[in-house]
């Protein structure tokens, strides 16, 4: 029981330190679905290590679509925004509204580039600041690369 308490705290720090929604459904995940194996089945650690597996891997593919709409606003930005010119949204998932800059493409290494400055503002109000850089693919699509 010891080391399943351990786990699960385990599981709730790295879900406070996820950098994005497929993490920290994947960590929030593993620790609902290690609490629920715990609790049903007759051995405490099986249960806990079945649910803590499956609860990470559904959790993160929730996560994952969540972020897909920040993904493709990003792409949106990059590929019809003028440059310097910001671009707001809301994430109503997640409650963070968005200000994207996007700055002049560059060809560089035989690839067309675009920094692009995120800054996100959460609900308790803080503020974060990414500055990214995307390259077009040879399908046309951009691809974030940090």
Known sequence: ???????????????????????????????????????????KISGAAIGAGVGAAVGYMVGNEMDKGDRTRVAHVLENAPSEEPVYWDNPDRHVRYRAVPHPPRRRHGRIERDVTLRATMPDGRHETVHARAYRQPDGTWRLVR
């Not at 010891?2 to 620790?31: M, R």
């Open 1 to 43: 029981m010891k080391h399943l308490i351990a786990c699960i705290l385990f599981l709730s720090l790295l879900t406070g330190c996820a950098a994005n929604q497929a993490q920290s459904g994947a960590g929030l995940g593993g620790l609902i679905g290690a609490t629920v194996g715990a609790l049903t089945f007759k051995n």
